[in-house]
């Protein structure tokens, strides 16, 4: 008669266990789906409040490449006077103050993009150093002319910078 009753304990809690089981599961499979739902709707939120910001920062970018770009850098920017070292400098501290002008705008594009941006920048700033440093250029005229030759025979890094930009925002779409 024990035995009976210990059967019947069984009989009545094995199932009670197997419904707890399976409703303990579809709970928890449940909480998961609406953890998941409530993440996509949030970043999907955020998305479209960022999305405009993070375009800006690369429009802000572009112009930043474009205001760099040797041969228009020396248009916009002309000597004060023909000592060459001055023009450097000038030409020097006016790519840096356009770049510090641009600093917020790293938090809104990805790290790689941001460093092919300051890796045109100091290719800039060393190819102007760079025909500075050469023996024909002994004014400030000359070295205009340099430097525009030299982009005549190669692409500036600002293109090759802006090449990334115009891929990296094609990929948000």
Not at 77 to 89: A, F, M
Request: charged share 25%.
């Amino acid at each position: 008669m024990e035995t009976e009753k210990i059967i019947d304990l069984f009989l009545y809690t094995i199932p009670s266990l197997i419904t707890g089981l399976i409703a303990y599961s579809f709970f928890k499979i449940h909480t998961k789906n609406e953890d998941g739902r409530r993440r996509f709707l949030l970043k999907k939120d955020m998305q479209v409040n960022s999305l405009p910001l993070r375009l800006q920062a690369y429009e802000r970018m572009a112009i930043f490449l474009e205001r760099i770009t040797p041969s228009k850098l020396l248009i916009r920017i002309s000597p004060i006077s023909s000592n060459k070292t001055d023009y450097e400098t000038l030409l020097i501290q006016n790519i840096e103050q356009e770049f510090e002008h641009n600093l917020s705008q790293q938090i809104y594009i990805t790290d790689k993009c941001w460093s092919i941006i300051t890796a045109s920048k100091n290719a800039t700033i060393q190819l102007i150093r760079k025909a500075s440093l050469l023996e024909k250029t002994d004014t400030a005229n000359k070295l205009r002319e340099v430097i525009l030759t030299e982009m005549m025979e190669r692409r500036s890094p600002s293109d090759t910078a802006l090449s990334f930009i115009k891929e990296e925002v094609s990929d948000l779409w």
